[in-house]
């Protein structure tokens, strides 16, 4: 059975970094890209950007460009998020969710339960 | 960059037919994908490729697409079908991946 299984919630103040995980199992994990979509409360889904855990190429969404980093660790079936200084805009759920390339396009097919990021002094 | 146009909400009476809308330019040269997303959940795909079913979704789900516009379509519909819906293409000449607003489906 697929399946991805991110890191739990987290509190951080303004300023402070931060790393969250999405563990992926159930399949060859570097054989799919890992995307992450931000969901702020109240809001829709927002792609963030995606990572190929085979060789961490990246692809970022251009309004989060530089203020995130994507990364994947491949040995442990692990992708990451994380930022080096976190504002309070930054606080939503993010999901993690595997693509899938099918004929001409992409989807994901199947996602992360969500790690609720927090961020206020 | 490329934008997909959901309205914010549809309302449909149990046991009718519900059709969310998603308007993109050129959509017809796209894919379309379409998530369900409960409350306090996280999405789960219920329609990809326009209108392929994923396995153990309902065939009641089905997606159509014409001209500047792709729909997903809930046949019988009951409370349990109360959710989110967002429509998603990857755009080839980006690489990017996109999602409308969303809609969000009363069952009256």
């Known amino acids: 059975e697929v399946q991805l299984v991110q890191s739990g919630a987290e509190v951080k103040k303004p300023g402070e970094s931060l790393k969250i995980s999405c563990k992926g199992s159930?399949?060859?994990?570097?054989?799919?890209?890992i995307g992450w979509v931000r969901q702020k409360p109240g809001k829709g889904l927002e792609w963030v950007g995606i990572?190929?855990?085979?060789?961490?190429?990246?692809r970022y969404s251009p309004s989060l460009q530089g203020q995130v980093i994507m990364s994947a660790d491949r040995s442990i079936s692990t992708a990451y998020l994380q930022w080096s200084s976190l504002e309070a805009s930054d606080s939503a759920m993010y999901f993690c969710a595997r693509a899938l390339w099918f004929g001409n396009t992409y989807y994901f097919n199947h996602w992360g339960q969500g790690t609720l990021v927090t961020v206020s002094s | 960059s490329y934008v997909l146009t959901q309205p914010p909400s549809v309302s449909v009476a149990p046991g009718k037919t519900a059709q969310i809308s998603c308007g993109g330019d050129n959509i017809g040269s796209k894919s379309v994908h379409w998530y369900q997303q409960q409350p306090g959940q996280a999405p789960v795909l219920v329609i990809y490729y326009d209108s392929d079913r994923p396995s153990g979704i309902p065939e009641r789900f089905s997606g159509s697409k014409s001209g500047n516009t792709a729909s997903l379509i809930i046949s019988r519909v009951d409370a349990g079908d109360e959710a989110d819906y967002y429509c998603q293409v990857w755009d080839r000449s980006s690489d990017h991946w996109v999602f409308g607003g969303g809609t969000k489906l009363t069952v009256l």
């Open positions: 990572v190929n855990p085979g060789d961490s190429d990246t």
């Open positions: 159930g399949y060859g994990f570097i054989s799919y890209w």
